[in-house]
C-alpha cells in the first residue's frame, strides 16, 4: 500500500523530471511555419491521374524554418516528419507530389538549419507538399500538421493563417498556379517566423 508521503515523493519526482526536460530544451526551440493552400479530390499531371470521392489531398506551403532559440543547436528540417495528426504524410501523395514539379519540394526534401539561422526555400524551388488523408471529405476544411521530431529536439510548428479556407479544385497545372499565387501573397505578408510584416 502506497502511502501519502510516498505519493507525494514520487508526484515531485515526476514535477523534477518534467522541469528537467524543459530545462534541457529551453532556447532550443525551432519553428516551422506553413500554410494550408488547398484541397482536392482529384489530381491530373503529366497525363497521369488519381481520384479518391472518400478523401482528400491537402496542399500546403512551407514558409520558413527559423532556429533561432538561445540555445540552439543545428537542425535538419526533414520533410518526411510534416504530417497530419492521422500519422499520413507526404509518402501518401507520392503521385502527385512525383508530377508537380515546379511547384512542389522533392518527396525526401531537407534542409540543414543552422544554430542562430532562419531557412526558406530558395527563390525559384517549389515550396509547396501535398498529403493526402484517407476518410476526409470535407472540401474547405483546414488541417494543421505535426512534426515528428527526433529525441533532443523540441519542434514548434504553425500556420501562419489557421482561420483561412483553403482553395477547392483538382490538382492540376492550372489550380497550382492558382496556389502558387495564394503561396506569393502569404511570403509577402509573413515572415518565416509567422509574424505579419
Known amino acids: 500500500m502506497i502511502t501519502i508521503a510516498r505519493r507525494a515523493?514520487?508526484?515531485?519526482?515526476?514535477?523534477?523530471?518534467?522541469?528537467?526536460?524543459?530545462?534541457?530544451?529551453?532556447?532550443?526551440?525551432?519553428?516551422?511555419?506553413?500554410?494550408?493552400?488547398?484541397?482536392?479530390?482529384s489530381w491530373n499531371l503529366e497525363n497521369v491521374s488519381g481520384g479518391d470521392a472518400n478523401g482528400m489531398w491537402h496542399v500546403y506551403m512551407l514558409r520558413g524554418v527559423v532556429n533561432q532559440g538561445e540555445?540552439?543547436?543545428?537542425?535538419?528540417?526533414?520533410?518526411?516528419?510534416?504530417?497530419?495528426?492521422?500519422?499520413s504524410t507526404v509518402a501518401s501523395a507520392s503521385g502527385p507530389m512525383l508530377h508537380a514539379a515546379p511547384y512542389v519540394l522533392p518527396l525526401g526534401f531537407k534542409a540543414n538549419v543552422a544554430a542562430k539561422s532562419a531557412y526558406t526555400v530558395p527563390?525559384?524551388?517549389?515550396?509547396?507538399?501535398?498529403?493526402?488523408?484517407?476518410?476526409?471529405?470535407?472540401?474547405?476544411?483546414?488541417?494543421?500538421?505535426?512534426?515528428?521530431?527526433?529525441?533532443?529536439?523540441?519542434?514548434?510548428?504553425?500556420?501562419?493563417?489557421?482561420?483561412?479556407?483553403?482553395a477547392f479544385g483538382s490538382i492540376d497545372q492550372a489550380f497550382l498556379q492558382t496556389l502558387h499565387s495564394k503561396q506569393n501573397d502569404y511570403e509577402n505578408s509573413y515572415t518565416p517566423d509567422g509574424k505579419k510584416k
Open 123 to 166: 527563390y525559384g524551388t517549389g515550396v509547396m507538399f501535398i498529403i493526402k488523408e484517407d476518410g476526409d471529405t470535407d472540401k474547405t476544411a483546414a488541417t494543421s500538421l505535426t512534426y515528428k521530431s527526433e529525441k533532443g529536439e523540441s519542434v514548434l510548428i504553425t500556420a501562419l493563417d489557421p482561420k483561412a479556407v483553403p
Open 9 to 41: 515523493a514520487l508526484a515531485a519526482i515526476a514535477v523534477a523530471c518534467l522541469s528537467l526536460s524543459a530545462c534541457e530544451n529551453k532556447g532550443k526551440i525551432v519553428q516551422i511555419t506553413y500554410q494550408h493552400l488547398g484541397n482536392a479530390q
Open 71 to 87: 540555445n540552439a543547436a543545428p537542425f535538419t528540417f526533414d520533410l518526411n516528419k510534416v504530417a497530419l495528426k492521422d500519422g
